[in-house]
């Protein structure tokens, strides 16, 4: 599951796709839009089989803390690779050095070298960087701690801080700084992610870690992250936020200039995923973390799946329509619905409180659903799934 062939082929672009275009503007119906953004996304039928290059081909895994059905790297991975994925192969392939953990990201350590200058130049931010400078002496007695005792989890390291770090009005406690300041030696380069125990993370020297490679000139990466951005997203508008550990608020993609019928404005294509607008596609039924790179980009699931989907763990109970952690449900070329369900390990059961239907379900979607129900219990190791319980 680690290893293995590339999970998705590069094909050059022919000219027979110039009937597409007119006046330099290729134009796609909202069906070629959703197949290419699913193609992209690795949600067809052809899963791959293999997470390092599944991991490259996304460019990156989600990393949240809470796991109220699973992690979501976890989450993100088996809705590709179903349940020949293991729970916690992540976190493995990370203590394997296969895969690194930068902020909130999961990456593959190939594409470490495209990320070591925006290293070495963090932090841009003045405040942050203020901050490391009054905490200079902080900061080398962590680096000092790891070298002789690593790896270490954070609880372990003493708070030095001369000036502690505070977010809001409040601030937050003294154990942020060592948090945050565990954080930014990552971000620089400093400190490296090498596995898990329980739910705690374990920090260790980068360079006890990181194969030794030569950096990426930061110009030369930056353009290959957003040619490898635009395809693992196949489709999107050209400018779009940058993702967690980018370094950058906005990114402007490059590609094909597309207009999508039905949809207001211009969209940008990945030019090899154009050319295969028309191929057959061969769908499925997948159920999605809410932090699926998929899902994050809420007015392109609106503008091309007529999808409305909004993570409300944040709300009040009484405000939240789909569910705390609702997962996006989807079927064949529509996003379809929404699950509400937590894992109750203790009591060994999935327990599904609602199943939200933006579309009616006919009896092929019921069964499709339920299917994957019932392979997400057997994934988690759940004795089975438990529906129509209160929330």
Request: aromatic fraction near 8%; glycine fraction near 6%; proline fraction near 5%.
């Amino acid at each position: 599951m680690v290893t293995g062939a590339p999970t998705r082929d590069r094909m050059s672009v022919s000219v027979s796709f110039r009937s597409l275009a007119l006046m330099g503007t290729h134009r796609l119906t909202v069906q070629q839009a959703r197949r290419i953004a699913l193609r992209a996304q690795l949600l067809d039928a052809h899963r791959p089989v293999d997470l390092v290059h599944l991991v490259e081909d996304l460019t990156f895994l989600a990393v949240d803390p809470t796991s109220a059905v699973a992690p979501s790297v976890d989450l993100v991975a088996w809705s590709r690779l179903g349940n020949e994925y293991w729970l916690g192969a992540v976190d493995d392939a990370i203590a394997d050095r296969m895969l690194f953990q930068l902020r909130g990201t999961v990456r593959s350590m190939a594409d470490l070298p495209l990320y070591l200058e925006q290293m070495a130049g963090w932090p841009q931010n003045e405040t942050m960087r203020q901050w490391l400078d009054d905490n200079a002496g902080f900061e080398r007695d962590v680096l000092a701690l790891v070298e002789a005792e690593g790896p270490v989890l954070a609880k372990d390291v003493p708070d030095t801080a001369r000036v502690p770090f505070t977010w809001g009005a409040d601030g937050w406690s003294s154990r942020r700084s060592v948090a945050e300041m565990l954080e930014a030696l990552n971000m620089q380069g400093k400190l490296a992610m090498v596995g898990r125990k329980g739910r705690q993370r374990l920090w260790d020297l980068a360079e006890r870690v990181y194969p030794q490679v030569e950096a990426v000139p930061l110009d030369e990466a930056l353009r290959e992250r957003v040619d490898r951005r635009l395809a693992a997203e196949g489709i999107a508008r050209k400018r779009v936020q940058g993702r967690s550990g980018d370094g950058v608020w906005w990114v402007d993609l490059p590609g094909e200039v597309v207009q999508v019928e039905g949809v207001d404005g211009e969209w940008r294509v990945d030019p090899e995923l154009l050319e295969r607008a028309d191929d057959e596609f061969e769908p499925r039924t997948a159920l999605l973390s809410p932090f699926d790179a998929m899902a994050a980009d809420r007015p392109r699931l609106l503008d091309l799946f007529d999808y409305e989907y909004t993570l409300e763990m944040y709300k009040p109970k009484g405000k939240r329509r789909w569910g705390y952690f609702a997962l996006p449900i989807l079927h064949g070329e529509r996003f379809v619905g929404k699950l509400d369900a937590k894992a109750d390990r203790k009591e060994n059961v999935l327990n599904v409180f609602a199943v939200h239907e933006d579309l009616p379900f006919d009896g092929a979607i019921m069964d499709a659903v339920h299917a994957e129900l019932e392979r997400l219990a057997s994934w988690l190791g759940l004795g089975r799934v438990d529906y129509a319980r209160d929330a």
